[in-house]
């Protein structure tokens, strides 16, 4: 099963509330990040939060981090038409001199204006 | 400063057919990462170099895959001889450092094997 899991799987809202996301993952971590997908476009950097932290802003949105439920929650704040896209929780593991990130298989958000 | 830039944005190939994918991380990165997202599901990793080592080929799915990284620079993955379930999309990424720090992904290349 995948390191980090979203939910939901698919997300529908009205322009100006707020869209909420979870991720839970299995193993220890060091960080977690969330990237945006728009749709036919790369990933773009949201988010980092490290292992130590518990919450995280940047503009509109908000990241939690709790370890001892290996969650985290991605809020995005007074959406716009704009967000409308795949957003990806993605956990790093490292073994040994190897480093790489797992990735969750997404949740898509659908702002309606 | 410049992202990770990949080339070419898409490409459409018969089965059988050889496709390169090139990424250009940005500069000063050692890390180059190559990842791939197919059939719509999770993104998967592939592998890592650290400068022109490769650090881990574990997620590369057979040997029908070739990446390269001569020189430290730029990186190619060679698709030979391509199969239909190799379509997707293929993601690079770059960090300066491995570990705590965050990956940044090129745009992709979408491959289409038909």
């Known amino acids: 099963s995948q390191q980090g899991e979203e939910d939901p799987q698919a997300l529908s809202i009205q322009e100006g509330e707020n869209a909420t996301m979870n991720c839970s993952y299995k193993?220890?971590?060091?960080?977690l990040q969330w990237y945006r997908q728009n749709s036919g476009r790369g990933l773009v950097h949201l988010i980092l939060?490290?292992?130590?932290?518990r919450e995280k802003h940047s503009g509109r949105l908000r990241v939690t981090l709790d370890t001892s439920k290996k969650s985290s929650s991605l809020l995005i704040t007074a959406s716009r038409a704009a967000d409308t896209a795949s957003y990806f929780c993605?956990?790093?593991?490292?073994?040994?001199?190897?480093?790489?990130?797992?990735f969750g298989s997404g949740t898509r958000l659908l702002v309606r204006p | 400063e410049a992202g990770v830039t990949q080339f070419p944005s898409h490409s459409v190939i018969e089965k059988g057919q050889t496709v390169t994918l090139r990424c250009d991380p940005i500069?000063?990165?050692?890390?180059l990462y190559w990842y791939r997202r197919v059939m719509g599901k999770e993104i998967k990793f592939l592998l890592h170099?650290?400068?022109?080592?490769?650090?881990?080929e574990s997620g590369m799915p057979n040997n029908r895959f070739l990446a390269e990284r001569t020189g430290g620079t730029y990186s190619t993955l060679k698709v030979q001889p391509a199969e239909l379930e190799d379509s997707g999309v293929y993601f690079c990424?770059?960090?300066?450092?491995?570990?705590?720090?965050?990956?940044?992904f090129g745009p992709g290349t979408r491959l289409l094997v038909l």
């Open positions: 500069s000063g990165h050692d890390n």
């Open positions: 193993t220890s971590i060091n960080n």
């Open positions: 990424a770059s960090s300066r450092t491995r570990g705590r720090e965050t990956q940044y």
């Open positions: 993605a956990t790093d593991l490292r073994m040994d001199s190897s480093y790489k990130l797992i």
């Open positions: 939060i490290r292992s130590n932290e």
């Open positions: 170099f650290v400068k022109e080592s490769k650090q881990d």
